[in-house]
């Protein structure tokens, strides 16, 4: 995998959805409606990634697929360095922690579409269907807070 400019994905990035679509034409929501995650890609090469199912309004449980062998973990969290290629627009992420320690040494490959502020990562078709996790651009914020207005007696 060729190491190209890290740009397109530098930044912080919000999980918006985790669908795994399945060969039938079903999209099954493995940690609910409103999942939450946190992506972060450094310029200098880190990865990491926490998703957890949904909490809120919506169902805080992860509606389990019927075909699933196991029933995904309600969080999962890793991180690494990654290697970019614009060509084939994929993206390596190489394990070097994680919840789950079976996961250190993983290279977990995803195919990337990348359009505007959203970011679509789809891992390997896995026996379930084919897992798309799209996430949104996180907009920077301020690193300190304003003083407060001076006040005089």
Known sequence: MANSSAAPLTG?????????HTADGRVERPFGERPT?????TPQ???SA??????GSGSAEPEPSQNASAPLPRFIAYAGRYLLDLDSR??????ECSFDPSWVGLVLRRSYDLDGNLLTLRP????????????????PFPLQQPAPPARFP
């Not at 912080?12 to 795994?20: G, I, K, N, Q, T």
């Not at 994929?90 to 394990?95: D, G, Q, S």
């Open 12 to 20: 912080a990035w919000d999980l918006v959805s985790f669908e795994v």
């Open 37 to 41: 995650g946190l992506g972060i890609y």
């Open 45 to 47: 090469g880190l990865v």
């Open 50 to 55: 926490q998703l957890m199912a949904g909490t």
């Open 90 to 95: 994929t993206v390596e992420h190489h394990v």
């Open 124 to 139: 390997p078709t896995q026996a379930e269907g084919q897992p798309v996790l799209t996430w949104r651009r996180r907009e």
